[in-house]
């Protein structure tokens, strides 16, 4: 292609620069300070004042702050004001913990208070009469904590929840001025004071008072380090060998960082040394080689005390700006010469030299060492940088928002070229600047031309030969080949493909802008892998992708992400791993160093960097039973009507604490894992039995955190129990039987009546009867008596139909059982002649339709009566049928003139033989079958009659209770 050359003074003036530049190199250069990422935390972060005490992580994990505005507690989102606020009457001005359960304080009045399981307690014994910084409390790691005070020294012993005083023979006037406390290496406790120091070891102590001369001021500070211990007074740094009691100078090379004073002390994990100094913040710590090396942070700053996190985070307070949290030292950032901004691309030309592109229109060549060797503005208006391209000839190409500028090897200005928004470039074998735009895909052809090959909007480029080229677009991925372009129909493809990157073998690397990363094979026209945030990333936004032989990294908007090819595990790197920014703009790679563009500036660090994994500490906030409040237990026995349960719990971590995910499950009730944001589990009607309640948490790189448990017991209600349901059981099985035997009661009841009934039928209709009603008939048929023949055999007949309706019914009204009884009289009336004669007397007001009995009830005893009591009487013959009410019940009396019981059982026995009377057994047998089912409502009473000449007859007197006739 043809080269379109600038010839202006700005041109010449660039190239005579840059000699000029290579010519003094040698003579002077400037390296960039390397540095850690501070986030510095102020109250636009939320923090409730900048003016601060102190600061202390306790056992649950949480940061405790005090200052001006009180107390406050740091879970990693946001700020609160602890519950015992309201209950602490002073400023708290320190914070004691030694990894324990409990977390002391002090406040401005210098009164000693101990907060444990959410309780606060006050030591009113231990408040001194002297100011609070004559006072240093010490918790052991063992669990005693110590507390030195102008009244003497104090040993709390947690086991035995008791103030212990020592017994010590040292001057009162010695212990006013306590300093503090500090664990040797040894393990011994040494509690320095204003001229000297007591050493406790075990039941000993020894008390050392150094003499007059040997040090002119008081004792402020003690630590080891590197196996030795050293002492600060008054702001120098010494020596001291507590066998001997040996000064020494030590660390002169600090001394004139001490001059305005050492505030605290602390050695990190890693072996760091740092001091909190009223001049700033130093950094003592040893290089590759095991020289020792200082750095100095914050200079203008006074700095306080020094906290490590669980999680390796470092937290610095500064007097009144706030405080500040490094979360590592493996990443090094440029704060200096310009490299603190927005910066695009990083890229490495031929000549080895980095080349740097920031959003502000400029540019940067480094060399190596990170030297500034040429630098340049591309416009004279404020442009994005997108890319850098070198080609084969040594020609430089900036992709610009306005279009591409072009140097030559010197960085002499060739040409500009102003194609409207380009978003990438590619240089091919030949020679051809291919471009990706805002508008299409083409080839420059002149400054401000090029040839239009795919007219969608496109973003990335990949050259596989001079003719061959992947094209990411908002569409999706597409080929040119053979000068046409191609789309990849594959759904999965269908995404605004942000950069391509191919593999050793042709497979591609896509990252998208809402899809994550897709692993394409072309071959095969299939999706080996999806990387998304399902996946482990950290976002779906992703911007760019680089290849080396152990990982892929990916660029996004939520933060830097490693993908290990063996077993495609991510590990995130962003702010809370030390990074300026968590918008990645590019990442490029030079030997072992990963370089990182954001968009706060550049940042470096090794391939192989590991973080900290460890999970967030998850807790219980909250319990909940039927909406009350409850204290938290570890395990619950709850009535069954407690059985509303709300469980709050949390994660505490400093890193990516947005970005928790907690999961829990109630054993007993849930067989998965519920995964949730939210930290709160709701359980509205937990049925009785045994649970396990498990939470736990992780966030970016960790793993997942122990479960914490709690174990509910819901007991049954006592209707439940298997005893009450035995019981119940057993109840049940007799009230069955019971009832059971009740129906078969009942229905052999019923069966008998049923017998009773045609057994009462069949004596109504007995051969004897009917015999004799037949002849009876038959005799006025004979005599031609055809009138009476036709009257008694349309009674016969009436009758007969009577007793066969009224057999299958249980009961009849009394009228039409007085109109049965007068057919059969009327009947049984042809044996006797004219000297049987029947009456039938019902009481006035009685009426006879609405009244109902049992049917084929009266027959048996009228039968008898005439059977047993009549037939055999001589004379006239008399039965009288008479019905009335009589205490709610009806009686139906039924009298006979006849010969008596006594008389008729003689002539019964005497005609046993010929024939045996069922009549009175079937009465019995009724009655108790009728009392039986209607609760004795029916009783019989036969009553002997009598006159002057002996017995007169008999009668029955038939009580039926309404209950049963209604």
């Not at 103030?163 to 040797?184: E, H, N, R, T």
């Not at 500070?221 to 030795?228: Q, R, S, T």
């Not at 000549?351 to 592109?357: D, E, H, Q, R």
Request: hydrophobic share 35%; charged share 25%.
């Amino acid at each position: 292609m043809g080269l379109f050359i600038e010839n202006n003074k700005g041109a010449k003036k660039r190239t005579f620069l840059f000699c000029f530049l290579l010519t003094v190199l040698s003579i002077k250069t400037y390296l960039p300070a390397q540095t850690f990422a501070f986030r510095h935390i102020t109250e636009e972060e939320g923090l409730p004042s900048t003016y601060l005490y102190d600061l202390v992580q306790d056992y649950e994990g949480y940061i405790w702050l005090t200052g001006e505005s009180g107390l406050s507690r740091y879970n990693g989102r946001n700020y609160e004001v602890p519950a015992i606020s309201k209950q602490i009457e002073d400023e708290i001005v320190h914070f004691y913990s030694g990894g324990t359960e409990q977390l002391w304080m002090q406040d401005l009045a210098g009164r000693i208070l101990m907060l444990e399981d959410g309780k606060l307690r006050t030591f009113d014994e231990l408040k001194p009469s002297l100011i609070y910084r004559y006072i240093d409390v010490f918790c052991h790691p063992g669990g005693d904590t110590w507390i030195a005070t102008p009244q003497g020294i104090y040993i709390y012993k947690n086991q035995q929840d008791s103030l212990v005083q020592l017994a010590l023979d040292i001057p009162s006037a010695d212990l006013i001025c306590v300093k503090s406390f500090y664990l040797g290496q040894d393990g011994k406790i040494i509690l320095l004071l204003h001229r000297g120091y007591i050493i406790f070891d075990e039941e000993e102590y020894h008390y050392y008072l150094y003499r007059q001369g040997e040090l002119k001021n008081a004792l402020n500070l003690c630590f080891h380090y590197n196996g030795k211990e050293y002492i600060v007074v008054d702001n120098r740094v010494y020596s001291l060998n507590l066998v001997t009691h040996q000064w020494g100078n030590a660390f002169s090379e600090l001394n004139n960082y001490f001059e305005k004073g050492v505030l605290a002390i602390k050695e990190d994990s890693e072996g760091d040394l740092w001091f909190a100094t009223r001049a700033g913040l130093l950094r003592l710590y040893k290089d590759e080689f095991g020289n020792r090396k200082t750095d100095h942070f914050f200079e203008k700053e006074v700095m306080g005390e020094i906290e490590e996190d669980k999680e390796g985070n470092l937290w610095f307070i500064t007097g009144q700006n706030g405080l500040y949290v490094l979360p590592s030292k493996k990443i090094r950032v440029f704060r200096e010469s310009g490299l603190d901004k927005q910066l695009r691309f990083i890229k490495k030309n031929k000549a080895g030299n980095f080349i740097l592109g920031f959003d502000n229109n400029d540019f940067k060549v480094l060399n190596d060492r990170f030297e500034e060797i040429y630098s340049d503005k591309l416009f004279a208006q404020n442009n994005r940088l997108y890319d850098y391209q070198e080609s084969s000839e040594g020609l430089q190409y900036f992709i610009t928002s306005r279009g591409c500028v072009i140097f030559d090897k010197n960085f002499k200005l060739l040409n500009r070229s102003f194609e409207w928004s380009l978003k990438q470039g590619a240089i091919t074998p030949d020679g051809n600047f291919w471009m990706a735009t805002g508008k299409h895909f083409g080839r420059m052809t002149g400054i401000n031309d090029s040839e239009s090959i795919l007219k969608k909007r496109c973003y990335s480029l990949l050259p596989i030969a001079d003719n061959k080229i992947w094209v990411g677009s908002i569409e999706g991925l597409f080929l040119y080949e053979n000068n046409t372009c191609k789309k990849i129909e594959n759904p999965s493809l269908y995404h605004d493909i942000r950069d391509i990157k191919a593999l050793d073998n042709g497979d591609l690397l896509l990252a998208t802008q809402k899809n994550g990363l897709i692993y394409y094979q072309p071959d095969t026209d299939k999706i080996r892998f999806h990387f998304s945030a399902k996946t482990g990333l950290s976002s779906d936004y992703c911007t760019k992708v680089l290849i080396d032989e152990n990982y892929f990294w990916l660029a996004t908007k939520k933060g830097l992400n490693r993908i290990d090819r063996k077993d495609y595990s991510v590990m995130v790197i962003g702010m809370d791993q030390g990074l300026l920014s968590d918008e990645i703009n590019d990442i490029f790679k030079s030997g072992t160093e990963i370089y990182v563009a954001t968009n706060q500036g550049l940042a470096v660090f090794n391939e192989d960097v590991e973080f900290g994994r460890e999970a967030p500490h998850p807790l219980i906030t909250g319990i909940k039973i039927n909406e009350q409040d409850t204290l938290y237990q570890r395990k619950y026995d709850l009535d069954y009507t407690d059985n509303n349960i709300k469980i709050e719990f949390d994660a505490i971590t400093f890193r990516n604490a947005d970005e928790v995910i907690h999961e829990y499950k109630m054993l007993g009730l849930d067989e998965k894992w519920v995964r949730s944001k939210i930290s709160v589990a709701q359980y509205p009607s937990l049925p009785p039995g045994q649970y396990i309640f498990r939470a736990r948490s992780r966030t970016i790189n960790s793993d997942w955190s122990k479960s914490l448990m709690i174990h509910f017991n819901i007991r049954r209600p006592i209707w439940s129990t298997w005893w009450f349901n035995v019981i119940i059981f057993l109840l049940v099985l007799i009230v069955a039987y019971l009832i059971f035997s009740e129906v078969e009661r009942r229905r052999s009841v019923i069966r008998d009546m049923r017998f009773s009934q045609l057994t009462a039928l069949r004596a109504q209709m007995n051969p004897h009867f009917v015999f004799n009603s037949l002849n009876s008939i038959q005799e006025f048929i004979v005599n031609k008596d055809t009138r009476s023949a036709n009257r008694y055999l349309s009674q016969f007949a009436r009758l007969m139909r009577n007793m066969l309706n009224f057999s299958d019914k249980n009961r009849i009204s009394l009228s039409k059982e007085i109109e049965s009884l007068k057919l059969y009289l009327s009947l049984e009336s042809l044996r006797f002649g004219d000297s049987f004669e029947y009456l039938f007397e019902v009481e006035e007001g009685l009426n006879t339709d609405t009244v109902f009995l049992p049917s084929m009830l009266l027959q048996p005893f009228v039968e008898n009566a005439i059977k047993h009591g009549l037939m055999h009487r001589k004379g006239d013959k008399k039965l009288y049928l008479r019905f009335y009410r009589k205490n709610n019940s009806l009686v139906c009396e039924i009298e006979d003139n006849g010969i008596g019981r006594k008389k008729a059982k003689a002539i019964k026995k005497l005609n046993s033989k010929v024939y045996t009377s069922k009549a009175t057994g079937l009465i019995k047998k009724r009655v108790n079958l009728l009392n039986g089912i209607m609760g004795n409502a029916l009783s019989v009473e036969t009553i002997d009659l009598s006159d002057q000449q002996g017995a007169a007859g008999t009668k029955v007197l038939l009580t039926i209770n309404f209950k049963m006739v209604k």
